[in-house]
């Protein structure tokens, strides 16, 4: 079992940066990867970036693609994602979820563990 916490979000103006941490616990978290993925109330969850376990891979949706960047720390047990030139469409709770595979993927259906989220809202 792998318990994820969320941390750095907060409120910042367009074109300014956030870097978001995801910190996990459990003895095998450098075998899962993991997905970075935002909601605002009323829309579904949205795929943001993926990283593989081995740091190998990553992915990102077209909308962060240039701007957003994911990383991991598998001796820490923690993932960042270092969001930069931030635009108000990126308003929304960031999610971080892990999957007990090498490789994730961009559906949110097929993550197990899932943390409580972090504000995240960028005024224009």
């Known amino acids: 079992q792998v318990q994820l916490v969320e941390s750095g979000g907060g409120w910042v103006q367009a074109g300014g940066s956030l870097r978001l941490s995801c910190l996990a616990s459990?003895?095998?978290?450098?075998?899962?990867?993991v997905g970075w993925f935002r909601q605002v109330p009323g829309k579904e969850r949205e795929f943001v970036a993926t990283?593989?376990?081995?740091?190998?891979?990553?992915y990102y949706a077209n909308s962060v693609k240039g701007r957003f960047t994911i990383s991991r720390d598998n001796v820490k047990n923690a993932v960042n994602l270092q969001m930069n030139s931030l635009k108000p469409e990126d308003t929304a709770v960031y999610y971080c979820?892990?999957?007990?595979?090498?490789?994730?993927?961009?559906?949110?259906?097929?993550?197990?563990?899932w943390g409580q989220g972090t504000q995240v809202t960028v005024s224009s």
């Open positions: 979820a892990a999957r007990p595979l090498g490789h994730g993927n961009v559906y949110a259906t097929s993550y197990d563990y």
């Open positions: 459990g003895q095998t978290f450098s075998s899962y990867s």
């Open positions: 990283i593989s376990s081995s740091s190998s891979t990553t």
